[in-house]
């Protein structure tokens, strides 16, 4: 596994990780619960929720790693198809960023408990089809069966956006519990900067 990460391109890696923080930074359904919950609950309950939807953010990266992971060894072309089909989803996640509303928290969708936030935290992404199918779009783009299996350089990936995900909504979490509605307010402008980004990192894909 540590030859895997040491034989990805310091830029690849660079270019994944400027992606994934644009993704975690974007008002999402797990974003939206952990401030919601720290509006309610306070700072300790927004990080809790947070922690926990990167916590369920585990199972995605897993079934991402494995199952794609033997599709391409039974099938090493799908992985072009792969590739073309998630550029195509990107430019649509970039569409969608740019006409999406002012983003509204409902603090009654969270929950007060740590413990409970962390746990609907977990299931909120364990079972929202939108992070699988992200990660199946975009993790591909970054991986070269050259370099090592397919399914470590999805495990490697994932844990980088797992790793900043979490660590992003725990922040949002627990600054909202701090901060109150003030921050809901600001996060209107992150939809149009992931659109262009997003849209950007599309084309980047293509072109290369």
């Given amino acids: ?3 895997t990460l040491l034989a990805f391109s310091p830029t690849v890696l660079l270019t994944f990780l400027v992606g994934a923080l644009v993704l975690n930074l974007t008002p999402g359904q797990d974003v939206l619960f ?10 300790r309950a927004g990080a809790a929720a947070g922690l926990g939807t990167g916590a369920g953010g585990i199972v995605h990266a897993l079934t991402t790693a494995f199952g794609l992971g033997a599709l391409v060894a039974a099938h090493p072309g799908i992985l072009d198809v792969i590739r073309w089909a998630g550029a195509a989803y990107l430019v649509y996640i970039a569409v969608k960023s740019w006409r999406a509303p002012p983003v509204r928290v409902d603090a009654g969708a969270g929950l007060r408990s740590p413990a409970s936030a962390f746990r609907r935290g977990f ?14 779009a975009y993790l ?4 070269d069966p050259a370099i090592g299996p397919i399914w470590q ?3 490697i990936l994932g844990a980088i956006v797992l790793c900043t995900g979490g660590i992003i909504t725990m922040t949002y979490g627990a600054t909202a519990g701090w901060l109150g509605v003030r921050l809901a307010a600001r996060m209107g402008l992150l939809n149009r900067v992931a659109a262009v980004l997003f849209g950007g990192l599309a084309a980047k894909l293509v072109l290369d």
């Fill in 1 to 3: 596994m540590i030859d």
């Fill in 34 to 43: 952990s401030i919601a919950s720290g509006l309610q609950g306070g700072p």
């Fill in 123 to 136: 299931l909120t992404n364990v079972m929202n089809p939108k992070v699988m199918l992200f990660m199946l």
């Fill in 140 to 143: 591909p783009q970054f991986t």
């Fill in 153 to 155: 350089q999805i495990l």
